[in-house]
T-cell receptor, first 110, second 114 residues
Framework: QKEVEQDPGPLSVPEGAIVSLNCTYSNSAFQYFMWYRQYSRKGPELLMYTYSSGNKEDGRFTAQVDKSSKYISLFIRDSQPSDSATYLCAMSVRDDKIIFGKGTRLHILP | DAGVIQSPRHEVTEMGQEVTLRCKPI?????LFWYRQTMMRGLELLIY????????DSGMPEDRFSAKMPNASFSTLKIQPSEPRDSAVYFCASRGPYSNQPQHFGDGTRLSIL
Protein backbone atom coordinates (compact mmCIF):
# COMPACT_ATOMS: atom_id res chain seq x y z
CA GLN A 1 0.00 0.00 0.00
CA LYS A 2 1.34 3.40 -0.98
CA GLU A 3 1.79 5.93 1.82
CA VAL A 4 -0.45 8.51 0.16
CA GLU A 5 -3.16 7.72 -2.40
CA GLN A 6 -4.79 10.34 -4.60
CA ASP A 7 -7.08 9.90 -7.61
CA PRO A 8 -5.26 11.41 -10.62
CA GLY A 9 -8.46 12.54 -12.37
CA PRO A 10 -8.99 14.47 -14.52
CA LEU A 11 -11.96 15.95 -12.72
CA SER A 12 -14.11 18.30 -14.79
CA VAL A 13 -16.78 20.46 -13.18
CA PRO A 14 -18.79 23.49 -14.34
CA GLU A 15 -17.89 26.95 -13.11
CA GLY A 16 -19.55 27.78 -9.81
CA ALA A 17 -19.77 24.17 -8.62
CA ILE A 18 -18.33 22.90 -5.36
CA VAL A 19 -15.22 20.77 -5.89
CA SER A 20 -14.21 17.98 -3.54
CA LEU A 21 -10.68 16.56 -3.67
CA ASN A 22 -9.52 13.73 -1.43
CA CYS A 23 -6.55 11.71 -0.29
CA THR A 24 -6.09 8.65 1.88
CA TYR A 25 -2.94 7.69 3.70
CA SER A 26 -1.55 4.74 5.60
CA ASN A 27 0.96 6.21 8.07
CA SER A 28 -0.82 7.07 11.32
CA ALA A 29 2.23 9.13 12.41
CA PHE A 30 1.45 11.91 9.94
CA GLN A 31 0.57 15.09 11.84
CA TYR A 32 0.94 17.89 9.29
CA PHE A 33 -1.37 17.99 6.28
CA MET A 34 -1.13 20.29 3.29
CA TRP A 35 -2.69 21.01 -0.07
CA TYR A 36 -0.60 22.42 -2.89
CA ARG A 37 -1.80 23.80 -6.22
CA GLN A 38 0.38 23.38 -9.30
CA TYR A 39 -0.25 25.15 -12.58
CA SER A 40 1.20 23.75 -15.79
CA ARG A 41 4.98 24.21 -16.03
CA LYS A 42 5.12 25.84 -12.60
CA GLY A 43 6.22 24.72 -9.16
CA PRO A 44 3.69 23.74 -6.49
CA GLU A 45 2.38 26.53 -4.24
CA LEU A 46 0.98 25.97 -0.77
CA LEU A 47 -2.80 26.48 -0.46
CA MET A 48 -3.71 25.08 2.93
CA TYR A 49 -1.79 23.86 5.97
CA THR A 50 -3.35 21.95 8.85
CA TYR A 51 -1.94 20.42 11.98
CA SER A 52 -3.67 17.27 13.27
CA SER A 53 -7.42 16.78 12.81
CA GLY A 54 -10.17 19.27 12.12
CA ASN A 55 -11.24 21.85 9.57
CA LYS A 56 -9.56 24.97 8.28
CA GLU A 57 -11.17 27.57 6.05
CA ASP A 58 -9.50 30.22 3.89
CA GLY A 59 -11.74 32.12 1.54
CA ARG A 60 -13.29 29.68 -0.93
CA PHE A 61 -11.10 26.81 0.28
CA THR A 62 -11.80 24.44 3.17
CA ALA A 63 -9.45 21.67 4.28
CA GLN A 64 -10.62 18.77 6.41
CA VAL A 65 -8.55 16.14 8.18
CA ASP A 66 -10.02 12.94 9.64
CA LYS A 67 -7.13 11.11 11.31
CA SER A 68 -9.35 8.26 12.51
CA SER A 69 -10.16 7.41 8.89
CA LYS A 70 -6.77 8.53 7.53
CA TYR A 71 -8.59 10.73 5.04
CA ILE A 72 -8.14 14.37 4.06
CA SER A 73 -10.23 16.58 1.82
CA LEU A 74 -10.08 19.94 0.10
CA PHE A 75 -13.30 21.72 -0.86
CA ILE A 76 -13.41 24.61 -3.31
CA ARG A 77 -16.59 26.70 -3.30
CA ASP A 78 -17.77 28.80 -6.24
CA SER A 79 -15.11 27.27 -8.48
CA GLN A 80 -13.55 29.50 -11.12
CA PRO A 81 -11.74 28.68 -14.39
CA SER A 82 -8.58 30.03 -12.72
CA ASP A 83 -8.83 27.13 -10.25
CA SER A 84 -7.99 24.72 -13.09
CA ALA A 85 -4.71 23.13 -12.01
CA THR A 86 -3.29 20.00 -10.42
CA TYR A 87 -3.91 19.73 -6.68
CA LEU A 88 -1.41 17.78 -4.60
CA CYS A 89 -2.12 16.59 -1.10
CA ALA A 90 0.92 16.35 1.13
CA MET A 91 1.68 15.24 4.65
CA SER A 92 4.55 14.83 7.06
CA VAL A 93 5.42 13.49 10.47
CA ARG A 94 7.68 16.31 11.67
CA ASP A 95 6.88 19.03 9.16
CA ASP A 96 10.17 18.72 7.31
CA LYS A 97 10.16 15.61 5.10
CA ILE A 98 6.92 15.93 3.12
CA ILE A 99 5.27 13.03 1.30
CA PHE A 100 3.17 14.12 -1.68
CA GLY A 101 0.25 12.49 -3.43
CA LYS A 102 0.55 12.23 -7.20
CA GLY A 103 -2.01 15.00 -7.70
CA THR A 104 -5.51 15.37 -9.11
CA ARG A 105 -5.96 17.32 -12.35
CA LEU A 106 -8.92 19.67 -12.08
CA HIS A 107 -10.67 21.41 -14.98
CA ILE A 108 -13.27 24.10 -14.31
CA LEU A 109 -15.45 24.50 -17.37
CA PRO A 110 -16.64 28.08 -18.10
CA ASP B 1 10.69 39.70 -3.73
CA ALA B 2 12.49 37.18 -5.93
CA GLY B 3 11.33 33.62 -5.44
CA VAL B 4 13.38 30.46 -5.73
CA ILE B 5 15.39 30.65 -8.95
CA GLN B 6 16.34 27.52 -10.85
CA SER B 7 18.50 27.16 -13.93
CA PRO B 8 18.41 26.01 -16.58
CA ARG B 9 14.64 25.82 -17.19
CA HIS B 10 15.12 23.14 -19.82
CA GLU B 11 17.99 20.76 -20.44
CA VAL B 12 18.29 18.19 -23.20
CA THR B 13 21.41 16.06 -23.28
CA GLU B 14 22.63 12.67 -24.35
CA MET B 15 22.95 9.65 -22.13
CA GLY B 16 26.27 9.50 -20.31
CA GLN B 17 26.74 13.26 -20.09
CA GLU B 18 27.09 15.13 -16.83
CA VAL B 19 24.13 17.31 -15.88
CA THR B 20 24.25 20.13 -13.32
CA LEU B 21 21.09 21.78 -12.05
CA ARG B 22 21.29 25.01 -10.08
CA CYS B 23 19.18 26.64 -7.41
CA LYS B 24 19.19 29.99 -5.66
CA PRO B 25 16.92 29.91 -2.59
CA ILE B 26 14.98 32.85 -1.22
CA UNK B 27 17.23 35.15 0.78
CA UNK B 28 16.96 34.43 4.50
CA UNK B 29 15.69 30.88 4.03
CA UNK B 30 17.92 28.32 5.72
CA UNK B 31 16.38 25.04 4.50
CA LEU B 32 16.65 23.84 0.91
CA PHE B 33 14.97 20.84 -0.71
CA TRP B 34 15.52 19.06 -4.03
CA TYR B 35 12.57 17.14 -5.52
CA ARG B 36 11.99 15.11 -8.67
CA GLN B 37 8.58 14.90 -10.35
CA THR B 38 7.50 12.22 -12.84
CA MET B 39 4.10 10.98 -13.99
CA MET B 40 4.78 7.53 -12.60
CA ARG B 41 6.13 8.42 -9.16
CA GLY B 42 4.82 11.94 -8.55
CA LEU B 43 6.84 14.45 -6.52
CA GLU B 44 9.63 12.82 -4.52
CA LEU B 45 12.08 14.37 -2.08
CA LEU B 46 15.68 13.65 -3.07
CA ILE B 47 17.67 15.51 -0.42
CA TYR B 48 17.35 18.44 1.91
CA UNK B 49 19.79 20.81 3.59
CA UNK B 50 19.52 22.81 6.77
CA UNK B 51 22.01 25.67 7.22
CA UNK B 52 23.94 24.32 4.20
CA UNK B 53 24.36 20.87 5.80
CA UNK B 54 22.75 17.80 4.18
CA UNK B 55 20.23 16.38 6.65
CA UNK B 56 18.54 13.57 4.75
CA ASP B 57 19.69 12.18 1.42
CA SER B 58 17.76 8.92 1.60
CA GLY B 59 15.76 9.87 -1.49
CA MET B 60 18.80 10.17 -3.74
CA PRO B 61 18.30 7.29 -6.17
CA GLU B 62 21.90 6.16 -6.54
CA ASP B 63 25.53 7.23 -6.49
CA ARG B 64 25.18 8.92 -9.85
CA PHE B 65 23.32 11.73 -8.04
CA SER B 66 25.07 14.23 -5.81
CA ALA B 67 24.06 17.55 -4.28
CA LYS B 68 26.01 20.37 -2.71
CA MET B 69 25.24 23.61 -0.95
CA PRO B 70 28.50 25.57 -0.71
CA ASN B 71 26.76 28.63 0.75
CA ALA B 72 23.36 29.89 1.84
CA SER B 73 22.51 31.30 -1.59
CA PHE B 74 23.40 28.47 -3.94
CA SER B 75 22.90 24.74 -4.39
CA THR B 76 23.60 22.26 -7.18
CA LEU B 77 22.24 18.84 -8.07
CA LYS B 78 24.55 16.85 -10.30
CA ILE B 79 23.90 13.66 -12.27
CA GLN B 80 26.94 11.83 -13.63
CA PRO B 81 26.59 9.83 -15.82
CA SER B 82 23.04 10.64 -16.85
CA GLU B 83 20.58 7.97 -18.05
CA PRO B 84 17.24 8.21 -19.92
CA ARG B 85 15.35 7.18 -16.76
CA ASP B 86 16.59 10.38 -15.09
CA SER B 87 14.29 12.38 -17.37
CA ALA B 88 11.94 14.32 -15.12
CA VAL B 89 11.19 17.79 -13.78
CA TYR B 90 13.51 18.68 -10.92
CA PHE B 91 12.31 21.22 -8.36
CA CYS B 92 14.16 23.14 -5.73
CA ALA B 93 12.30 24.57 -2.71
CA SER B 94 13.40 26.68 0.22
CA ARG B 95 11.91 27.39 3.61
CA GLY B 96 12.45 29.86 6.43
CA PRO B 97 13.91 29.05 9.83
CA TYR B 98 10.72 27.74 11.45
CA SER B 99 9.47 24.25 10.59
CA ASN B 100 5.83 25.39 10.31
CA GLN B 101 6.66 27.79 7.51
CA PRO B 102 5.76 26.70 3.98
CA GLN B 103 8.22 25.48 1.39
CA HIS B 104 8.47 27.82 -1.61
CA PHE B 105 9.13 26.07 -4.91
CA GLY B 106 10.98 27.23 -7.98
CA ASP B 107 9.53 26.62 -11.44
CA GLY B 108 11.69 23.56 -12.01
CA THR B 109 14.18 22.27 -14.54
CA ARG B 110 12.69 20.03 -17.22
CA LEU B 111 15.39 17.46 -17.95
CA SER B 112 15.39 15.14 -20.96
CA ILE B 113 18.10 12.52 -21.36
CA LEU B 114 18.20 11.05 -24.87
Amino acid sequence: QKEVEQDPGPLSVPEGAIVSLNCTYSNSAFQYFMWYRQYSRKGPELLMYTYSSGNKEDGRFTAQVDKSSKYISLFIRDSQPSDSATYLCAMSVRDDKIIFGKGTRLHILP
Amino acid sequence: DAGVIQSPRHEVTEMGQEVTLRCKPISGHNSLFWYRQTMMRGLELLIYFNNNVPIDDSGMPEDRFSAKMPNASFSTLKIQPSEPRDSAVYFCASRGPYSNQPQHFGDGTRLSIL
